[in-house]
C-alpha cells in the first residue's frame, strides 16, 4: 500500500512537471518570420531581435538576395512580412501580381547613386559609354530620373517614376543603357562606364555611397523603405511590435553609427 501511494504520488508529480514545461513552451512566445535583403535590412532586423525577445517575440530573419521572392513569400503565408522595398516598389508590384500587401512603417531611405571604376568624375564621361541600371520597373525610372538630374539625359516631361529607356529625348553623349539584374550592377563595374546602383547592393560590395559615388540623390528621396505584410494583419501584436522597435530610438542611433550616413533614418 506504502509503496503503491509512492509509485502514485511519483506519477503525480511527474505530470504536474510534464504540464509545467508544456506551459511555459506555449508561454514563450511566437515566431515570426521576416524576409530581407542582407545589408541593411537584415543587418538592422537581427539589431533589434533582443528588443522582441523581451517581449517573447522570436524573430527569425530569412536573407533573400532579390526583389520577387520577398512579397511572394508573404503573399503565400512563407513569410510573416519582409523588409526591402519602397513605397513605390510596392504600388507597382500589388499592381502587376493583383496582391494586397501593405505597409506597416516607414524605416530609412537608402540614396541611389551613380559610381564608376573607369572615371573620377561625370565631367569624363566619354561618348557611347555604357550605363547599367536596375531592370526592374520603379527602380530603372528611379536610375532614369537620377541621370537626368546629373544632367546625362533629358526624359520625356511627365514620365515620372514610371519612366523607361523610350522616355529618353535628349542624350547628347549617346549613352548605351543596359538593364540588368539589381544584385549584378555592383558587378558590372567591370564592363561598364558607370553604373546606377541600389544602397544595398552598393553597401554589399563595399561601395560607400558618400564616399565611392559620383553622383547621388538627395535626402528628400520618396523611396523610403518600409515594413510590408499582408493587408489586414498590419495590427497583429507580433507585428506592431516589430514594427515599434524598427522605429526606436536605439535603431535610429544604430543606423547612423553604422552607415555613416549611407541610409538615412526615415522616422
Known sequence: MKK??????????????????TNQKQDFGKTIKVGANAIPHAEI??????????ENINLNVVEINDYIRPNLA?????????????IPFLMKFNSERNLSLVKICNI??????????????????????????????????????????????????????????????????????KELEAPQLPRS??????????????????????KDALYIEDKNSPYVNILVCRQ????????KALAKALNSPEVKKFIKEKYKGAIIPAF
Open 4 to 21: 503503491s501511494l509512492t509509485l502514485l504520488l511519483i506519477i503525480i508529480f511527474t505530470v504536474l512537471l510534464v504540464g509545467c514545461a
Open 45 to 54: 532586423l537581427n539589431y533589434v531581435k533582443p528588443m522582441l525577445a523581451k
Open 74 to 86: 508573404v503573399a503565400d503565408k512563407e513569410l510573416d512580412a519582409n523588409f526591402f522595398q519602397h
Open 108 to 177: 530609412h531611405i537608402e540614396p541611389m547613386a551613380i559610381y564608376s571604376n573607369k572615371i573620377k568624375t561625370l565631367e569624363q564621361l566619354p561618348e557611347r559609354a555604357i550605363v547599367s541600371i536596375p531592370n526592374d520597373p520603379t527602380n530603372s525610372g528611379r536610375a532614369l530620373l537620377l541621370l537626368e538630374k546629373a544632367g546625362l539625359i533629358k526624359l520625356r516631361e511627365n514620365s515620372g517614376l514610371s519612366a523607361t529607356k523610350e522616355d529618353i529625348v535628349t542624350n547628347p553623349k549617346k549613352l548605351e543603357i
Open 189 to 210: 563595374l567591370v564592363d561598364v562606364t558607370l553604373a546606377v546602383i541600389n544602397t544595398n547592393y552598393a553597401l554589399d560590395a563595399k561601395l560607400h555611397p558618400l
Open 232 to 239: 489586414g494583419e498590419e495590427t497583429r501584436p507580433e507585428l
